[in-house]
């Protein structure tokens, strides 16, 4: 049995999400890419590659996987737990 990674960057991610906050991956014309958290009033902070991975390949966000911007949603299971 795989023992969860599930951080306080994971949950504090998914609380935002669950606020009104947007995620997105930005691309550069290089491929580089980078996470940041979209508020409603204020700037945008970055977010760690790994957390975005994590809770994407364990079905807490999905995107509309789009180049050069990406916006993230929480699924059902992510919702829950960014409820918690």
Do not use: C
């Not at 014309?29 to 975005?52: A, C, D, M, R």
């Not at 809770?55 to 949603?73: E, M």
């Amino acid at each position: 049995m795989t023992k969860s990674i599930f951080s306080k960057d994971h949950h504090r991610l998914l609380f935002a999400m669950a606020h009104e906050h947007f995620l997105k991956s930005h691309r550069d014309i290089e491929g580089n890419k980078s996470y940041l958290l979209h508020p409603l009033n204020g700037k945008p902070e970055q977010v760690s590659p790994k957390t975005v991975k994590y809770l994407r390949d364990n079905g807490y966000i999905d995107s509309n996987k789009k180049f050069p911007v990406a916006t993230f949603w929480l699924t059902d299971k992510g919702r829950q737990a960014g409820r918690q």
